[in-house]
């Protein structure tokens, strides 16, 4: 089973930078990408960012496009989130997430089988 931690959440003011990172610990060697999500009080989970085990393919969500990174140092077994030009509306808890699906990662929450605990990040105006 694969063991996932998120941190370095906080407190940002609008137009700031955020960095969160995802350690992961266990049997880590058929997990083939990694994302993050993030879920809003009372509204549905949704997709943020996702990366290949190799790194050569990432995907994000069209609200992040531009301000997000996303990369991960296999040798480190850890994946992360640059977060910059913050918005308010970007206020969420994000999770960190695992797939063994081959390939593209998927942007579906129910395609990952292993996820952190969250780490609150609230972005003030």
């Known amino acids: 089973q694969v063991h996932l931690v998120e941190s370095g959440g906080g407190l940002v003011q609008a137009g700031g930078s955020l960095s969160l990172s995802c350690a992961a610990s266990?049997?880590?060697?058929?997990?083939?990408?990694m994302g993050w999500f993030r879920q809003a009080p009372g509204k549905e989970r949704e997709f943020v960012a996702a990366?290949?085990?190799?790194?050569?393919?990432?995907r994000y969500a069209d609200s992040v496009k531009g301000r997000f990174t996303i990369s991960k140092d296999n040798a480190k077994n850890t994946e992360y989130l640059q977060m910059s030009s913050l918005k308010p509306e970007d206020t969420a808890v994000y999770y960190c997430?695992?797939?063994?699906?081959?390939?593209?990662?998927?942007?579906?929450?129910?395609?990952?089988?292993?996820w952190g605990q969250g780490t609150q990040v609230t972005v003030s105006s």
């Open positions: 997430a695992a797939t063994t699906i081959v390939g593209l990662p998927p942007t579906r929450g129910t395609d990952y089988g292993y």
């Open positions: 266990g049997r880590t060697r058929s997990s083939y990408g």
């Open positions: 990366i290949s085990w190799t790194g050569r393919s990432t």
